[in-house]
């Protein structure tokens, strides 16, 4: 059967602005964009702007919260419901495809493509590799190792040392289902014994990696705090840069020179801090991590744009906290993207990005059918994800807010 999206303005993410025009789907696809267009079914858009169904480049749908107390106490299977839970409130908000940056397994990802969870779709880095004492080993000073999800068949082992170990690691993660290899190249934050200014992975091993993973032709996505790292990175032939906190000029030139792109995950600090605020137990060496590296964020990420690097959206979910993902539009804007821009970053770019450029993140003829349509002024990203008023996914209605006043 075949609907019509009657009366909406349609982005266009080519010119960044919004023509009035009605949307046809036909199956899973769009079958056209025009006006005057015909159908079994209609919903009125009148009012309202239709997007391209909102992507997030960077989520973990298998990390319900950051508390370290509270994840210690969680079995193992339970995080498996989290993840149902998670992803149907991500749908609920208009993504309808995400990045999942550590955790999500192949029987989550298919859960979802086979329609047994509700959620956008995934593309998958299953584990995130990286060295002894780093972002990947979560040790303690008590000799305890925390990890946040443990290893189990389908999610390999994550701490990896020196470049043989590290090509059977991408290999084992490639064939566990990975669709994108994640390297923590520097310390992270809530890592309790990194600096996330130093560098992790030696180039060698980073190399190995994107070797590897080159090989059957998926893309390397770098955690990258410090300078170092963030260097050896792009070096080594990385697609992307998550996070980026202490990046130089040499950093984003060398980002421009290879056209890489950074997602800059710009809400997690704040989102971190508010949850120990209400209780969440962290080591305090996480807590002055996570004041120490505030504003350097921001100032980098803002030289970043003004030079224009290529941006995509990734909210850090569950660090920023499921559900509120599109705080992070208001966030770039707010650090100077252009609106059309904002909207870009969470729709063609982040599909450019993940490859999947010509599958989503734009409305025309032959792409799928996922649709976010929203009330009010598209560009008042500070109203986002409370002006959503309906969602479509591979062709088909999947929320409806339009009579609930939202």
């Known amino acids: 059967m075949s609907t019509v999206i009657r009366g909406g303005q349609v982005f266009d993410v080519v010119t960044g602005e919004f023509q009035a025009a009605d949307v046809a789907l036909d199956g899973e696809r769009i079958a056209g964009v025009a006006a005057g267009l015909e159908g079994d079914a209609e919903f009125d858009a009148t009012g309202l702007s239709v997007l391209p169904g909102l992507i997030d480049a960077h989520v973990h749908v298998m990390v319900p919260y950051f508390d370290t107390v509270r994840l210690m106490e969680t079995p193992f299977s339970q995080f498996f419901y989290y993840a149902e839970q998670t992803l149907r409130k991500t749908l609920d908000i208009g993504i309808t495809y995400v990045r999942d940056a550590n955790g999500a397994d192949l029987g989550v990802q298919r859960a979802v493509a086979d329609g047994?969870?509700?959620?956008?779709?995934?593309d998958i880095s299953v584990q995130a590799l990286g060295q002894t004492g780093g972002h990947s080993d979560f040790w303690m000073p008590s000799g305890l190792c925390v990890p946040l999800l443990p290893v189990h068949p389908g999610r390999p082992d994550g701490v990896v040392d020196g470049p043989d170990q590290m090509r059977l690691r991408v290999r084992e993660v490639i064939?566990?289902?990975?669709?994108?290899?994640?390297?923590?190249?520097?310390g992270g934050v809530i890592s309790p014994r990194g600096n996330p200014r130093h560098p992790q992975l030696r180039p060698d091993e980073i190399a190995e990696a994107v070797a590897e993973a080159t090989a059957v032709g998926i893309p390397v996505m770098a955690h990258a705090h410090g300078t170092d790292g963030v260097k050896n990175a792009l070096r080594a032939g990385v697609r992307s840069i998550e996070h980026g906190t202490y990046l130089d000029d040499e950093c984003i030139q060398l980002m421009l020179d290879n056209g890489v792109w950074l997602v800059p995950t710009l809400g997690v600090v704040g989102a971190l801090l508010d949850g120990i605020a209400a209780g969440a137990s962290m080591p305090d060496a996480v807590v002055a991590k996570l004041k120490e590296g505030r504003e350097a964020h921001l100032s980098s990420v803002r030289r970043a744009i003004e030079a224009g690097v290529r941006i995509a959206m990734?909210?850090?979910?569950?660090?920023?906290?499921?559900?509120?993902?599109?705080?992070?539009?208001a966030e770039m804007h707010a650090l100077g993207l252009a609106p059309a821009d904002v909207l870009r970053a969470a729709t063609s770019s982040a599909a450019e990005l993940m490859r999947h450029g010509d599958l989503i993140g734009s409305v025309e003829a032959g792409k799928r059918g996922d649709l976010t349509l929203v009330a009010g002024d598209p560009f008042d990203f500070t109203a986002y994800p409370g002006n959503v008023r309906a969602v479509f996914k591979r062709g088909v209605q999947v929320r409806d807010y339009t009579d609930l006043g939202r």
């Open 175 to 186: 064939r566990a289902g990975a669709n994108v290899i994640k390297l923590n190249v520097s």
């Open 314 to 329: 990734g909210s850090d979910a569950a660090a920023l906290g499921h559900g509120r993902n599109l705080g992070e539009l």
């Open 116 to 122: 047994m969870v509700e959620g956008p779709d995934l």
